[in-house]
């Protein structure tokens, strides 16, 4: 049996925590800055966690 792959995509953007959930950045915040104000920029600066309902596919890409 082969060993499983981990998606390279998804370990480009996913870090788990100490306590297993899973961080991830904020999208939005890559180009066409101008038109969007300083604290949304500043909010979307900041890492966020994946969402419950969508940690079980996470894992799943990271063969956690």
């Known amino acids: 049996m082969p060993k499983v792959k981990t998606k390279s995509g998804a370990k480009k953007r996913?870090?788990?925590t100490g306590s297993g959930?899973?961080?991830r950045k904020h999208a939005f915040k890559?180009?066409?800055l101008t038109k969007k104000e300083t604290?949304?920029?500043r909010?979307?600066?900041h890492m966020g966690l994946v969402d419950k309902s969508d940690e079980?596919?996470?894992k799943h890409?990271?063969?956690i």
């Open 14 to 16: 996913f870090k788990l």
């Open 21 to 23: 959930k899973i961080k």
């Open 30 to 32: 890559s180009h066409i």
């Open 39 to 41: 604290k949304q920029k």
């Open 43 to 45: 909010n979307l600066t």
């Open 56 to 58: 079980k596919n996470v």
């Open 61 to 63: 890409m990271l063969n």
